[in-house]
C-alpha cells in the first residue's frame, strides 16, 4: 500500500490552483481536487493537473442510482484519475454499478473509496434527520463493511478510525483520513483531530491535509514536514 500525503487544493479558480502548485517546482504531490475546485474549472484542470505528473484524488462524492453513477464514473475514470470516490450510503448495489463503470477496458480502474458518515453529521442529527437509531461509530463500520464486500478499495475516515476499519476490512482496505493538523498548527474548524505522525501510528494509508500546507507561509516545507512525519 503506498503511503502517501494528498493536498487538499480547496482553490475556487484554476488559476489559483495552478500558482500554488507551481511553487512545488520538479516535485509532484498526490493532490485532492473536490467539488468547488471541478464544478468551477471543470474538467479541464483535472487533465492540466495529471499533464504535469500528480497524482490525483477527484472528490466528488457520488450518490444516486446505480445506472447513473456507473455512467458518471466511466466519464471519471476516462479522465485518468488515481482515486475517486462516493457515499456508501448509495447501497451496496450503487457501489458495484460505480466499480463497473469505472473499470477501465484493460481491467485497471483508480481506487474507488467510500464516504461512510460525513464527521459534519453527529449522533442526534443522524437519528432526528436519518431515523437510523445505531450508535455512529456501529454504522461507520457497517458503512465501511459494505463497500468492501461492495469490492471498493477503502473508505475516508477519521485517522482516529483508521486501525478499527482495519481490524474490520482488512489491513489491505485502503484508510484515506483528513483531519490532519501540526502538533504546532492551527486547528482550524476540524474537531478531532491528529498528526500526521500519529496518523501513522494508527494506520492511516493516506492522510489528506489541506490548510496546515497550502495556507502555510511556505506550502513546499509543510509538505516536506508532513511527508517525513507521515511516511518517513
Ligand atoms: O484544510 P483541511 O486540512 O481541514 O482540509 C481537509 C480536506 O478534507 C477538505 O478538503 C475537506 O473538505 C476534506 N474532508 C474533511 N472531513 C471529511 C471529509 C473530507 O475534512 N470527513
Not at 12 to 36: C, N, S, Y
Not at 40 to 57: L, N, Q, T, Y
Not at 102 to 108: A, E, V
Request: hydrophobic share 45%; aromatic share 6%.
Amino acid at each position: 500500500m503506498g503511503k502517501d500525503v494528498i493536498i487538499a487544493c480547496d482553490f475556487a479558480g484554476k488559476q489559483e490552483t495552478l500558482d500554488f502548485l507551481a511553487k512545488f517546482g520538479e516535485e509532484r504531490p498526490f493532490v485532492k481536487i473536490g467539488m468547488e475546485l471541478y464544478y468551477s474549472a471543470g474538467p479541464d484542470i483535472v487533465r492540466e493537473i495529471k499533464a504535469r505528473g500528480h497524482k490525483i484524488f477527484l472528490d466528488l462524492k457520488l450518490h444516486d442510482i446505480p445506472n447513473t453513477v456507473k455512467k458518471a464514473m466511466a466519464v471519471l475514470s476516462g479522465l485518468d484519475v488515481d482515486m475517486t470516490n462516493l457515499h456508501a450510503a448509495g447501497t451496496k448495489a450503487m457501489m458495484e454499478a460505480a466499480l463497473e463503470g469505472l473499470t477501465r477496458p484493460d481491467g485497471s480502474r483508480p481506487l474507488l473509496i467510500a464516504v461512510t458518515q460525513l464527521t459534519s453529521t453527529s449522533q442526534e442529527r443522524m437519528e432526528a434527520d436519518l431515523l437510523i437509531e445505531k450508535p455512529l461509530d456501529e454504522v461507520v463500520m457497517h458503512y465501511a463493511k459494505c463497500a468492501a464486500e461492495a469490492g471498493l478499495a477503502g473508505v475516508v475516515c477519521s485517522p482516529l478510525e483508521a486501525g478499527k476499519v482495519h481490524e474490520v476490512c482488512g489491513a489491505d482496505f485502503v484508510t484515506v483520513t483528513p483531519g490532519v493538523r501540526f502538533a504546532d498548527g492551527d486547528v482550524g474548524d476540524q474537531v478531532r483531530v491528529t498528526t500526521p505522525a500519529r496518523a501513522k501510528e494508527i494506520g492511516s494509508d493516506y492522510i489528506v491535509v489541506g490548510r496546515p500546507i497550502t495556507a502555510a507561509a511556505d506550502p513546499v516545507a509543510a509538505w516536506k514536514r508532513c511527508c517525513a512525519e507521515f511516511i518517513g
